[in-house]
């Protein structure tokens, strides 16, 4: 029997089981053992499930033996951000005193994870609410890239994409709502997909329509874009509980990951605006590019103006960020759990910045937003005219130091410019202006052995091209089979 569960993809996982040449039982125990070897360095989970996982299993291992008909996911472990419910579960938003707030209820992505026949492990480390690029809270600590264990493993999905970069699982949930999904998944050099808004849905109680403004799309985490396609065709589809869905198509996500893109163009934008990036990024980002086009993806180099400055865009998606913070505090608060009050050293100063923000801001000023935004999707739309792809570096960094005590944010200077900590040295949180489909596909490392992110952002509901695109970069620059000897943890 094979002793390598933790180096196989979901889609490799899934075949064996369903061919009975291994048990569920045995590849959810490797995990769990997976977990107890390598997350003391990490850090990726808050809830470790696994009296649950094992009785999932083993469920899992009857229906493979009576011969039942099985998911595209039967018995492959799983781990899920620690925003959304699995019933009988606590969801914490990486909050210490939501450790007993018990989910009653499970998540519609979720929900239907588990009836593929997925097995969830645990739940993913965050910063509180997803409030920032990195992860860090007073819950738990940091979580590290497993390329580097004093870096940052980005956020706010970042315990995730150390689980997926680190072997724990081959797959794992996230959410973006200004880049959550794609940071940690440049950082992490793994492959994070947001889909377009409204692919996946969300049942967001008691405001149904929380996730409009800035855009927030939950979306999968792989170490291969075939099997985060196989998640997507998964967990997509529309849902009578969430008024922004989708509805649904008739595409098969996985085989667009692995069909070719011959004639389709794509504009490389070196950067959005002003945003300085380092020249290790820059290089790596533009041997992908060279690659892309080399097989058969014409390239040219744009730029794109997005009608304001990096900075102005930057605090519009500030502003938008906050209301749904500080709303969600005061949710809590109604529920009898007050962040402001006597529990306000649970959280770090980052949040309640926005906390702050969000009090202070007018409905009119919110509002008002709303035109800065468009001038971005305008722009957007403007280069998918003429092309099928939007090209740009994910992060204009390749590694973020760990901080102790809960407060790890962003750097404040690139090439000695002086950026915003919070997000200055991201370019994801336009595409959350705009809902398209964006990806970060690993593009490959820095001379110190950090991984560098390309975002690929696509046109409008077009989640199968990205897919495509990404698949035909990923032929012609592979990084799964080579990354595994630049491992900081055990494999």
Same mark, same amino acid.
Request: with cysteine; charged share 20%; proline share 6%.
């Given at each position: ?8 993809? !979901? ?14 039982? /045995?590849?959810?125990? &490797? ?14 989970? %808050?809830?470790?499930?696994?009296? *649950?996982?094992?009785?999932? #299993? ?47 209820? =499970?998540?519609?992505?979720? /929900? ?86 409204? *692919? %996946? ?42 008024? +922004?869905?989708?509805? !649904? ?12 893109? *011959?004639?389709?163009?794509? #504009? ?29 993806? !014409? ?14 865009? @930057?605090?519009? $998606?500030?502003?938008? &960020? ?7 505090? /005061? ?7 007050? +962040? ?30 709303? !035109? ?11 280069? @998918? ?39 200055? $040295? =991201? ?15 690993? &593009? ?29 970069? /990923?032929? #012609? ?15």
């Amino acid at each position: 029997m094979p002793n390598d569960f933790h180096l196989m993809t !979901a889609t490799e996982l899934a075949r064996m089981i369903a061919t009975r040449e291994v048990s569920p039982v /045995e590849v959810v125990q &490797a995990s769990l053992e997976r977990i107890r070897q390598v997350d003391g360095q990490l850090n990726s989970f %808050i809830t470790v499930l696994d009296e *649950r996982a094992i009785a999932g #299993a083993r469920r899992a291992e009857v229906a493979v033996l009576a011969g039942e008909p099985l998911g595209p996911l039967h018995g492959v472990p799983v781990a899920i951000k620690d925003c959304v419910q699995l019933a009988g579960v606590p969801t914490t938003y990486g909050v210490r005193s939501r450790l007993h707030a018990i989910a009653e209820e =499970t998540s519609p992505d979720v /929900e239907r994870l588990e009836q593929a026949g997925a097995i969830v492990v645990g739940t993913t480390n965050m910063p509180e609410f997803g409030h920032k690029a990195v992860t860090d809270n007073h819950l738990v600590g940091a979580t590290s890239t497993p390329f580097d264990l004093a870096k940052n493993a980005g956020g706010s999905s970042g315990g995730s994409a150390a689980a997926v970069g680190g072997c724990i699982v081959p797959l794992a949930h996230s959410g973006d709502g200004g880049g959550s999904t794609r940071i940690p998944a440049a950082l992490c050099g793994v492959y994070g997909l947001k889909p377009s808004f409204g *692919r %996946i849905p969300a049942v967001n109680r008691p405001d149904a329509f929380e996730f409009a403004l800035p855009m927030v799309c939950q979306g999968p985490m792989a170490r291969t874009v075939e099997d985060a396609a196989l998640m997507l065709q998964v967990v997509a589809g529309p849902h009578p509980g969430d008024p +922004l869905s989708l509805p !649904a198509e008739d595409v098969d996500y996985a085989a667009a990951a692995r069909g070719g893109l *011959r004639g389709k163009r794509a #504009a490389f934008c070196r950067s959005f605006g002003e945003t300085p990036i380092s020249p290790d990024v820059a290089a790596v980002v533009a041997d992908a590019v060279r690659r892309l086009d080399e097989a058969g993806v !014409a390239v040219d180099e744009v730029e794109i103006d997005l009608g304001a400055s990096t900075e102005r865009l @930057l605090e519009s $998606w500030k502003r938008g &960020a906050s209301m749904v913070y500080v709303a969600a505090v /005061e949710t809590m608060r109604r529920q009898g759990v007050d +962040l402001l009050g006597e529990l306000s050293q649970e959280v770090s100063q980052s949040f309640m910045q926005y906390v702050r923000r969000g009090h202070d801001l007018t409905a009119l000023e919110h509002r008002m937003e709303n !035109a800065l935004r468009t001038g971005v999707f305008d722009a957007f739309q403007g280069v @998918l005219a003429d092309y099928d792809f939007i090209l740009s570096p994910t992060l204009a960094v390749a590694g973020v130091d760990n901080v102790a005590g809960g407060e790890t944010v962003g750097p404040t200077s690139v090439n000695g410019v002086a950026i915003d900590p919070v997000g200055g $040295w =991201t370019l994801c949180f336009p595409a959350n202006f705009t809902g398209q489909p964006a990806a970060s596909i690993p &593009a490959g490392f820095t001379d110190e052995n950090l991984p560098v992110g390309l975002q690929i952002v696509g046109r409008r509901f077009r989640d199968d091209e990205v897919l495509a695109v990404s698949g035909v970069l /990923e032929r #012609a620059k592979p990084w799964y089979e080579g990354y595994r000897s630049r491992l900081a943890v055990a494999v």
